[in-house]
């Protein structure tokens, strides 16, 4: 069997789009046979969470330790190098498919509850692909008895075209980011952006710039829509866009892993319910009451 088990193939128009049964993961997404997003092969072990679904939080907790309504937790320690809880606890989970057509899949997992995370949910993700390119939703539902804290957000890592991350450019309507600690990648405050630094509102080249932060006070359409734009020099790219009002949050990173094959050949957007440690900081923290469902959608699409 594949290390990502079962594969499913998704085509629509000039879109085509591999999703896999572990993690629920979005392998492969090509338009015209270009790649928009960064791949791996079907007997590959996933690679730094290419492509992973963020449940039930995305990104760090600090230590793996949080309070909950005065219950106090340990999660496992996902990332033992910088001692934090890392992206969830389904990244590496069995999903089942649901129904399936040529250009959807739906695909359900139940999370029991584990002692750090002690809240049954029933997740849903589903896939679909049109003209206007990917659109990816991912569900919980709380089937417990009491509220549970909930997070989450998607793990693509965008190509615009030929070359790196540092031969493309960045739009994204964020008017601030979150600094953070360099040891841990831990929330060090809300700072604003600036023209020389993380200011991208008007689209600027990346060149050898290090991101690896959160950024928030995005400014959208008016349909409520956010959209991060990276192009290439030939003026194709990708957008991933989002509600604004479902995920008041996005993670960049420029992937960057020196002497490895993967160094800064996509940039991950990261559109999040949440900031990183938003289970010890509350900061828009979804609680999901007993019975209720949270749902989001990200697109992502040709240029």
Do not use: K
Request: with cysteine.
């Amino acid at each position: 069997m594949n290390p990502s088990g079962f594969q499913v193939e998704l085509a629509h128009g000039d879109y085509t789009a591999v999703v896999t049964e572990v993690g629920a993961t979005l392998r492969e997404l090509r338009h015209h046979d270009r790649a928009l997003v960064v791949p791996f092969g079907a007997d590959e072990i996933r690679p730094n969470f290419r492509g992973a679904v963020l449940q039930p939080w995305p990104n760090r907790v600090a230590g793996g330790a949080y309070t909950f309504q005065g219950d106090e937790r340990q999660l496992p320690l996902t990332e033992p190098d910088r001692g934090n809880a890392l992206h969830g606890l389904v990244a590496w989970a069995r999903w089942q498919v649901a129904a399936q057509t040529a250009d959807t899949v739906e695909l359900t997992h139940q999370l029991v509850p584990v002692t750090g995370y002690p809240h049954p949910l029933d997740l849903r993700v589903r896939y679909a692909l049109d003209d206007a390119g990917l659109h990816w939703t991912v569900s919980a539902t709380n089937t417990g008895a009491g509220p549970a804290p909930y997070g989450t957000g998607p793990h693509p890592y965008l190509v615009a075209g030929a070359g790196r991350v540092d031969d493309w450019s960045l739009e994204l309507p964020a008017a601030q980011y979150l600094a953070v600690t360099p040891d841990r990648l831990l929330p060090a405050g809300v700072e604003p952006v600036e023209p020389a630094g993380f200011d991208f509102r008007t689209p600027r080249r990346l060149g050898d710039i290090f991101i690896d932060h959160a950024f928030t006070a995005l400014a959208p359409g008016a349909d409520g829509v956010a959209r991060a734009v990276v192009r290439a020099d030939d003026g194709g790219g990708v957008a991933c866009s989002w509600n604004v009002a479902q995920c008041p949050w996005v993670q960049i990173h420029t992937a960057d892993r020196p002497g490895e094959a993967g160094d800064r050949i996509g940039l991950a957007v990261e559109p999040m319910t949440c900031p990183p440690d938003a289970f010890n900081s509350g900061t828009d923290l979804v609680v999901l009451e007993p019975g209720q469902t949270h749902a989001t959608t990200w697109t992502i699409a040709a240029l």
